[in-house]
């Protein structure tokens, strides 16, 4: 990342002081959330909350067109100097004092989290954060407290053989990632121990290009056969509110792309009520009594949830906000602010699943192939549909979609709302058929 060091950040500081004192309303600082995505900035309207944002590295904001919610925008350089950036936050904190700080963006989960420490400021604790981080602290806790965790390997340091070694007696096949990961970037299966010695160094290959990282450490874990569920919750005061339990489809890999999400699910109860236990005591043993959580699962054998991924933040950079509130009538974006500026929610605390109000849904157009793109076809269609409220495109007719294991991000998502998860599945299945992307070759730059 460059061009973000203290220099310009008085810079943006300078550009937005007429913006004057925070009077009485409290001021959040949120780390790396992409201007285009509406959700959080209008949260923090109707909470009556001040932003300030820290562009995203690869994203250009205006100081003159500023997202809903934001009053001034702070430059900091987390990755590449993140003593530097928690200076630079001190020193914006001594100068005027800001009540809280978070992100959307799982990578800064714990360095919000340690700001937030070295400032007294509300938050989960650096050690918390890193234990919904990073996949291996993840998987010794939830084991560690008797949840259902698959058997797993690390892979770390400058020998892989020790670990390869172990990770050849789990039952296969087996799934390779990044302890560090997201967006399922590197995620890959292996279908047998002699296939895996081949996949590790693939990962390591896609560590290396896109997480900057070689000797990134890796987590092998067993294989969970069986449909994946995301699940939204608010913890406050160590009371976990489920707000909405959604079907995400079942990728079998090797590579695995988001495809789709609906809630509210539509599993026997004695299913969901054992999600909903496994999540709740997941918060407690990560230690997450505070905020928001976004949770993946799969249930093992069509039955028995198994986590993937617990992150303390709002999913999916807030579309998880638009999916929850309109299934459980709660307005998670709003309330996670409250709590990140040492508020109270201003809705029922109470833990358990919420009964839902409504039925929501995000399609994620799948890529489809790779090369340059010519065109992404029925868009305009669905633009037009009562059901539909956004429309986010990431990639245009020029972009390059390389190849996977590389992952160069989802064409776009089709967030709607529907009478019944019934409804939701029919109107992806005409999406699947309707909206394509187009390419000029295959694998051509
Ligand atoms: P990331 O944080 O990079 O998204 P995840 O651990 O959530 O990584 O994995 C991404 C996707 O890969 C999951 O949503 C799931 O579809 C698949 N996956 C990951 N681990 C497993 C596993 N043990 N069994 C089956 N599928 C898995």
Known sequence: MTGTGPAEALTAEA????????????????????????????AAERAGIDLVLVPRPDEEVRAD?????????????????????????????????????T??????????????????????????????????????RLAAAGLNVPGFVRIEGPDPEPGLAAAGRLGFPVVVKPAHGYSSLGVTRADSPAALRDVVAEVRRVCAE??????????????????????????????????????????????????????????????????VREV?????????????????????????????????????SGASHYVA????????????????????????????LAAPVGAAANYIVPCGGHGRITAVHGLDEVRADPRVDHVVQMLFPGDVVRPYPDFTGYPAFVLSRHDSPAEAAEFHARLERTVRVEYAGTGGE
């Open 210 to 275: 896109k997480l900057d990282d070689p000797a990134a450490a890796l987590v092998v874990e067993e294989y969970l056969d069986g449909p994946e569920f995301a699940v939204e919750s608010l913890a406050y005061g160590g009371e976990v509110r489920v707000l909405s339990v959604g079907y995400k489809g079942e990728p079998v890999g090797p590579y695995f792309e988001e495809s789709v999400y609906r809630a509210p699910d539509t599993l026997p109860a004695a299913v969901r009520e054992a999600v």
């Open 280 to 316: 709740t005591a997941a918060h407690a043993a990560l230690g997450i009594g505070e905020g928001p959580t976004h949770t993946e699962l799969r249930l093992r054998g069509g039955h028995t949830p198994y986590l993937l991924e617990m992150g303390a933040r709002i999913g999916g």
């Open 325 to 352: 509130s309109h299934v459980s009538g709660t307005d998670l974006a709003a309330e996670a602010l409250r709590i990140a500026v040492g508020g109270a929610p201003s809705s029922s605390a109470a833990g358990g």
């Open 103 to 140: 992100t959307l963006y799982d990578p800064m989960v714990p360095f919000v989290a340690e700001a937030a420490e070295l400032l007294g400021l509300p938050g989960i604790g650096h050690d918390t954060a890193l234990g919904a981080q990073d996949k291996r602290l993840m998987r010794e």
């Open 15 to 42: 550009l937005t002081a007429e913006a004057g004192p925070a009077g009485a309303r409290p001021t959040l600082v949120l780390v790396f959330q992409r201007a285009g995505l509406p959700w959080v900035f209008e």
């Open 65 to 101: 067109r500023l997202p809903p919610g934001v009053v001034e925008l702070l430059p900091l350089d987390p990755d590449g100097d993140r003593a530097g950036a928690l200076e630079l936050l001190r020193a914006r904190h001594a100068a005027r004092p800001f009540q809280g700080i």
